[in-house]
């Protein structure tokens, strides 16, 4: 498994196709929900075996905090560990930005469990994002 930026047209696409299949086939997001034009302003990792995509996440500043977001994985490579390496790797990434105070993502609370064991802590009340329960989850500056 290999873990880069994303670089090209290509990855881009590649990304998108990701998030087609799990968040809005899979999960019955809306697209206009997804596509929430912050591409742009986000830089992508995305995860590749054997040359084909299998999972990805966004990260971008906002002030000075780092929200990461859109953390999804293809369901035949979930149980893998390629979810916590994808956040290793943005979680490296945030580290050598220096402005980076606290990292922030919006977690849906049945995959609460697993941010919490890469430092994540619960912060407010559980609210609803698309249909599906969500609760907001920081840690400290990597």
Same mark, same amino acid.
């Given at each position: ?5 994303? &670089?090209?047209?290509? =990855?881009?696409? #590649?990304?998108?196709? /990701? ?16 596509? =929430? ?7 992508? /990792?995305? &995860?590749?075996?054997?040359?084909? $995509? ?11 905090? &780092?929200?990461?977001?859109r953390?999804?994985? /293809? ?10 390496? /994808?956040?290793?790797?943005?979680? #490296?990434a945030?580290?050598?930005? $220096? ?11 049945? &995959?609460? *469990? ?8 619960p ?5 609803? #994002?698309? *249909?599906? $329960?969500?609760? =907001?989850m920081?840690?400290?500056?990597p």
């Open positions: 498994m290999i873990i880069t930026e994303a &670089a090209t047209g290509k =990855d881009m696409a #590649d990304i998108r196709a /990701l998030r087609q299949a799990v968040f809005i086939d899979e999960q019955n997001i809306p697209a206009e929900l997804e596509w =929430d034009g912050l591409d742009t302003e986000a830089r992508h /990792l995305i &995860a590749r075996e054997a040359g084909n $995509p299998a999972g990805t996440l966004r990260w971008r500043m906002v002030g000075e905090t &780092a929200k990461i977001e953390v999804c994985v /293809l369901d035949t490579y979930r149980g893998t560990g390629l979810g916590a390496r /994808l956040m290793f790797a943005a979680l #490296d945030i580290r050598e930005t $220096p402005e980076v105070q606290r990292v922030k993502l919006s977690s849906q609370v049945s &995959a609460a *469990g697993f941010y919490r064991k890469l430092g994540f802590t912060d407010g009340e559980e609210y609803d #994002d698309a *249909g599906i $329960p969500h609760v =907001d920081w840690r400290d500056r």
